[in-house]
């Protein structure tokens, strides 16, 4: 396939404001690192900020469902899509692209950027002697394959199908963990009746 820098690929690559931000009890979510995974969201910890500062943080752009929330410092690498219910800003040390859906669909840049950007291909993108950070000139001439659109869309299903029996998956092996932890609360405390 024909490789394309990334910056032909996303319609925007809006760099995180470079200020800490004014945290607050509760509000609006603003996103640091570890919120992200490799693919997905970590809420472990979720960090708010006000209305007025929620505004002042996405005056570059707001965060829509479909961008991508790339971490560029810190964890480098790791990133997720932004879903439908999500109302956040960025914090500091992130990167939003907002793919141009014409050209390229969400989960197929994500997933060639969790695989450009893991530790072993990732020096080369990389800047800074002491504190490690993708540079983002260099994010947006990240050249990467660019297969038809079709092709893309047969991936984003192809995902979305594992996703889903991932996620049945987990919730099966919960369900086993807690049925086998009720049944040895049961044996232990003489409650299983005798099989004959």
């Not at 004014?22 to 809420?43: H, M, P, Q």
């Not at 002042?56 to 990133?79: F, H, M, N, Q």
């Amino acid at each position: 396939w024909k490789k394309i820098a990334l910056q032909n690929v996303v319609s925007e690559v809006i760099d995180c404001p470079h200020s800490t931000p004014r945290w607050t009890e509760n509000g609006k979510v603003a996103i640091r690192t570890s919120n992200l995974t490799a693919g997905g969201w970590n809420w472990s910890d979720k960090r708010y900020v006000s209305e007025e500062e929620y505004h002042d943080r996405s005056k570059r752009s707001y965060v829509e469902p479909g961008d991508i929330i790339l971490s560029r410092e810190g964890t480098v690498g790791i990133a997720a899509i932004v879903q439908e219910d999500m109302e956040i800003c960025l914090g500091q040390r992130l990167v939003q692209l907002r793919p141009n859906l014409g050209i390229a669909n969400s989960e197929y840049i994500l997933h060639i950027l969790l695989y450009e950007l893991e530790p072993e291909r990732l020096e080369r993108a990389m800047v800074g002697a002491t504190s490690k950070h993708l540079n983002v000139k260099e994010l947006r001439k990240l050249e990467i394959p660019l297969p038809l659109l079709g092709l893309q869309d047969n991936f984003k299903k192809t995902v979305n199908k594992i996703t889903m029996y991932k996620s049945r998956l987990a919730r099966a092996a919960l369900l086993d963990e807690n049925l086998f932890s009720a049944l040895t609360q049961n044996a232990f405390s003489g409650e299983l009746s005798q099989v004959a």
